[in-house]
């Protein structure tokens, strides 16, 4: 039973941060790489709205170079580099007194360690080059994430006009690029559009090599073009790999060290002339392994510049203003990052099954998902490609502009990668666990599965007390408080989402906690695991690691029973009964969001304000009688736990169908419902319980309008 002393909900308080290159490979170039192709022809026809970071491609004679994004940290000068949000986040803790404030970031650290004087991030993070060619003159376009004065950045490029390393003397910017004997500079940039661009004269050789930077005003380079799709992010998601200088979580490993020697030699794309022809098209090929896609949102954050990153962001919506670890987005323009992690196993011919990885506060896409643990045991070996949203940033919190970017890296995933949308997962550590929960909660008919390691579960006052004794709304306790409580209890979350595990009927899953977590705190644990037992036919395991604390399932890489669990799930589609909870609270009309659908339900619109709740059955399709069975065990791995779930006992029997449902309805003013999924046919009775009038509209052109108590008849 946990302590509800003062002094526990002091450090409840403050316990609400949730933890949670070698030669390029131009478009020109042969080398085949290894592991297995992502299409063993070549990738989607130069794609203009999203791409592998990193690849070289001729995309109709003209040659197009497409960078990753936010990885203009140059270079490493030995030193240990946190976040690059990390000061907003430190601001903000002083202010509240925080112990933490001056605590290194750690969890999303920098392999560069320049940076940009305040209000100019951004300005040097090439995002694309396009080298094209009129007759004797070559036109070079630099796009940069970010630019807010036409003199702030310098694009530079170096060329080797004989393609002969043993000639030419010249430095790019101070930079050894071995053989060139040409460097161009531009240094006026267009601030509406983001672009530097200049010419040059065409090499007398049909082929020749570039290098390209792009640096702030002062020439300090913070960026390296033609790096090919093998950078490295080598950090991890551990906090002893993250402590150590050079290794960051922004694929600029290997620039870093480069720009830290002073030789960027090695990263070149080789121009061919004779290629730079209209009609011409060459595009990469991308290996197995971990890589970072970019795609181009349609939306960029409010109250923000809309490009690049916002060092000091705005909360996104005032109750987070002062909070530890509340939402806020700093990534904030219309390119977007995702990390991917491509199995090197299996064929690209058979479909594969995907999931997607939320990373923690104060971590990123490149943080769980880069394990070797992870990429082992829930890729490899299920041949399932994993994905990770960057979510605008470490503190996005997965609603609103934060989960806008997950469902559109979801898409960009679906529509790039040979994918069975029959087998797509979730799951995510901490603050990420939350995200994932919620994920699956307001989306059920879009995921298969659900992995949640730690995950905050929407309220720091959750606790498994009978009938919430702790709190009975939460303005009991902080009223009794001798000073005002300065969080949330939702810290950035959106919703308390214990509320709504009802919703996962249809969605096995995984849920993973530490007695000793001093962030999740093991009262919403225990709380978490009541509220799944009293969930009706939700099935899971759930594990209460004893010696764990918050990182510990993170830092020992191990997820065998999880992915064990996973490896065989498949999305329900079309389900006899549907329990959903809803409210139009959670929605984002201004990012096109909101949650009003569930499998053969949609349209679902609410009398007023608060939850939305429905229970409805069909009886028409073919459908089977499960039975469950509940239990407690014990075991190890990674460390002991002790383990709750409920489980499918025995073999469904089929039962026999009937055309009739029956519906529990709380705040439902109308919805639709469809009949062909749900196999309801003319006549079909029902038995509808609704506590106020309702209008029920199906796609054959029925229309039921109900009033308040029970009612009855047929179709």
Known sequence: MPCTSRKTLIALSFSALLIACSNQDSALSDNPGTGTPVNPQETAQCNEQSWFAGVTEICNGVLVYRDYVYDDYGADTGLISPSPALLNL????????????????LLSPTAGDSRYPAGAESTADLVELRLSKQGNTYTATFELNALYDAGQTIAAIAIDTDNNPDTGSETLLGLTVQGADTVVQFNNGNVDTNIISGTFSSPTSNTFKIWAVTAQSSGEVMNVAFRGPNEEAGAEGTVPSQALPGKGNWWEDRQAAALGAGDISQFFAIVDSRKM??????????????KQRVYTSKYTAPNSTGEGMVLQAEASSPENDSMFCGQYFHFVGKYQPYGVYIPKNGNFDDKRSLQMILHGCEANHASQINQPGMQAQFGDALDRVLISPLGRGPYGFYSGLSERDVLDVLDDALNTFNIDEERV???GYSMGGYGSTRLAILYPDRFAGLSNWVGFTGSIFNTPLIGDVLIQGEQAVTGALPFEFPLSSTIGGKGNISKYLGNLRHIPGTHSYGALDELVQVNTGLDWAIKLSEADGVLYEFYMHAPAEHLTLIALDNWEKEAAYSSNLKRVKNPGRITYKTNEAFAFPEYAIKHDKAYWLSNIKGREEGDIDIDIESFACARSQKTFETGQTAGVGPVPFIQTFRRLMGEPVQAASENRFTATLSNVE?????????????GAAYTVVSDGPVVLNFSHGKVLNLPAGTSTGNL
């Open 425 to 427: 997962l979730v799951g």
């Open 90 to 105: 430190a601001s903000r803790a002083g202010q509240l007194g925080n112990p933490m404030a001056n605590t290194p970031g």
């Open 277 to 290: 022809n209209s009609g011409t098209t060459e595009t990469a090929k991308v290996d197995a392994g971990f």
């Open 670 to 682: 109308s919805m639709r419902i469809d009949t062909t999924a749900s196999c309801l046919r003319n």
